[in-house]
């Protein structure tokens, strides 16, 4: 189906384990991005990649890691999860049109983890 | 740290009435953009405002922006309920395709 997923949908963890979420695009959009939502903080940024192999920290990078070997995936690894990684996760993409500024993202369902 | 900020953080109205959203930033734009997010979903592009812009149509939205005031309304005309949603605003600064996100506006359309 065309559009970006993320799995899992729910994921229930406990603290120091490896957990990795996956995102993936199907229109070769050349930009993803991964934000987590908390509560009181609204969306915030946390890596984002510009091309396959380019990638950047965003406002909250710490204790995450990402790769992007192929333009369609995105997965987000968190190395050794803490209870303060709880949160809702959303994947999106854009597609960079050279407009001068930011182009409207699209997002996924997002990922709902809870860290025990 | 944020740079669009959403006011008022919530908003109940009765169908048919007006519901208009505040957003202030804090540094010049590139252009500004409004997203509305449904209980338990991902969020879902509005519209678009260019900082050289001062307002913009698309259906029963109008969004204006002012950028010697730093700050952008988002008006719905006639509300459904299902209109009820949170909505954000995002700013676009410089070169980069990044977004900042506000907090967002808790919109609650009663029928």
């Known amino acids: 189906d065309a559009g970006i997923t993320q799995s899992p949908r729910y994921k229930i963890t406990e603290t120091g384990r490896q957990v990795t979420l996956m995102c993936h695009q199907t229109?070769?959009?050349?930009?993803m991005f991964w934000y987590r939502q908390d509560l009181g903080h609204g969306l915030r940024l946390i890596y984002y990649s510009a091309a396959a192999d380019i990638t950047d920290k965003g406002e909250v990078p710490d204790g995450y890691v990402v790769s992007r070997s192929k333009t369609e995936n995105f997965p987000l690894t968190l190395e050794s999860a803490t209870r303060s990684q709880t949160s809702v996760y959303f994947c999106?993409?854009?597609?960079?049109?050279?407009?001068?500024?930011?182009?409207?993202?699209?997002f996924g369902p997002g990922t709902r983890l809870t860290v025990l | 740290s944020q740079q669009g900020e959403e006011d008022p953080q919530a908003l109940s109205i009765q169908e048919g009435e007006n519901a208009t959203m505040n957003c202030s930033y804090k540094?010049?734009?590139?252009?500004l953009q409004w997203y509305r997010q449904n209980s338990g979903r991902g969020l879902v592009h509005l519209i678009l405002?260019?900082?050289?812009?001062r307002e913009k149509h698309s259906g029963r939205l109008r969004v204006t922006l002012d950028t010697s005031k730093k700050s952008s309304s988002l008006l719905i005309t006639a509300s459904r309920a299902a209109d009820t949603a949170s909505y954000f605003c995002?700013?676009?600064?410089?070169?980069?395709?990044?977004?900042?996100f506000g907090k967002g506006t808790k919109l609650t359309v009663n029928p």
């Open positions: 229109w070769s959009h050349s930009y």
């Open positions: 540094t010049s734009i590139n252009n």
């Open positions: 995002a700013t676009s600064q410089g070169g980069s395709e990044k977004l900042v």
């Open positions: 999106a993409s854009s597609e960079s049109k050279g407009s001068g500024g930011a182009d409207e993202q699209f």
């Open positions: 405002i260019r900082s050289n812009e």
